[in-house]
């Protein structure tokens, strides 16, 4: 699967980039921010029923309507049991994602992988007559390296140093949209063989799936707009290192992988126009 990009490149572009973005995010932010949430209990429950259960649930239909190969369906459906995308709440903020309400819901979704997606995957053993497994402390690691370090380090920095964090802020902001950019140019030139490979009945499936993610938390994320596009994005973006950290674990065939890198580039470019509209309403 090697493109015209060597991978540890745009592998190396994905982690300077999830860590610009957390740590400028969490500038910006206090401990409180993450308690917010909570305040609203019914639509906390509502999103993670959206998040964790709706989304890989429309995976499975959608690819077995469309009878998809099932490398090709095995690798939507890890992606979509990989909550808790690290540029989710980046993107849901920057489409007027209500502010009380995104971090916590993000921060929950990230700590409940860690326990949803084994419990997940135990269940698709059921489906798929397999023997897969991922350990909860290896997926811990992964959301404690890539989201909650730059996120605590940002807040941390927010709350001791004001004027540093002012200063920084709309640097780090620039920094990030160039690394973004970036790292969605590598990503298509990268695996452009490997997209072109899955063919066009996995991208529409992938299309399919996102747009009724988006539609799913639209409908759960409660009247308020903001929330409803914070719950809608978050539903709709999944977290590839998280999916692909379970298919090497599990020595998944390239198939998979392949889909789920396409899934990662196919899921952005469909977001991208429910942000937009939703940005008016901020």
């Known amino acids: 699967m090697s493109g015209l990009v060597?991978?540890?490149?745009?592998?190396a572009f994905a982690v300077a980039t999830v860590f610009v973005v957390m740590f400028n995010l969490g500038l910006d932010m206090a401990p409180r921010d993450f308690a917010?949430?909570?305040?609203?209990?019914?639509?906390?429950?509502?999103?993670?029923?959206?998040?964790?259960?709706?989304a890989p649930v429309l995976a499975i239909v959608v690819a077995r309507v469309l009878h998809l190969p099932r490398p090709a369906e095995i690798g939507m459906v890890v992606m979509a049991i990989a909550p808790g995308a690290p540029i989710a709440l980046r993107r849901s903020l920057a489409?007027?994602?209500?502010?009380?309400?995104?971090p916590g819901l993000q921060v929950t979704i990230a700590?409940?992988?860690?326990?949803?997606?084994?419990?997940?995957?135990?269940a698709l053993d059921g489906l798929y007559s397999a023997s897969a497994t991922?350990?909860?402390?290896?997926?811990?690691?992964?959301?404690?390296?890539?989201?909650?370090?730059?996120?605590?380090?940002g807040v941390c920095l927010g709350q001791m140093h004001g004027p540093a964090a002012a200063w920084l802020q709309p640097r780090l902001s620039r920094l990030g949209q160039w690394l973004l950019g970036a790292l969605a140019m590598l990503a298509i030139v990268g695996f452009w063989s490997v997209l072109i490979a899955t063919g066009p009945p996995v991208a529409i499936a992938i299309?399919?799936?996102?747009?009724?993610?988006?539609?799913?938390?639209?409908?759960?994320?409660?009247?308020?707009?903001?929330t409803r596009t914070a719950v809608a994005?978050?539903?709709?973006?999944?977290?590839?290192?998280?999916?692909?950290?379970a298919a090497a674990l599990n020595s998944a065939p390239p198939g998979v992988k392949a889909t789920i890198l396409t899934c990662l580039v196919v899921t952005a470019l469909t977001v991208t126009p429910y942000a937009i509209w939703r940005s008016r309403y901020s």
């Open 6 to 11: 060597p991978e540890w490149i745009v592998s």
């Open 36 to 54: 917010n949430a909570w305040r609203r209990p019914a639509l906390m429950f509502k999103a993670l029923f959206a998040v964790l259960v709706a």
């Open 95 to 102: 489409a007027g994602g209500d502010r009380d309400f995104a």
């Open 111 to 122: 700590l409940l992988a860690v326990i949803s997606m084994p419990l997940s995957v135990a």
């Open 134 to 153: 991922i350990s909860p402390w290896q997926l811990l690691r992964q959301v404690l390296l890539a989201q909650f370090l730059p996120l605590a380090l």
């Open 207 to 226: 299309v399919l799936t996102t747009l009724a993610g988006l539609a799913v938390g639209h409908f759960l994320g409660g009247p308020n707009p903001a």
């Open 233 to 245: 994005i978050s539903t709709a973006l999944r977290n590839p290192g998280l999916a692909l950290l």
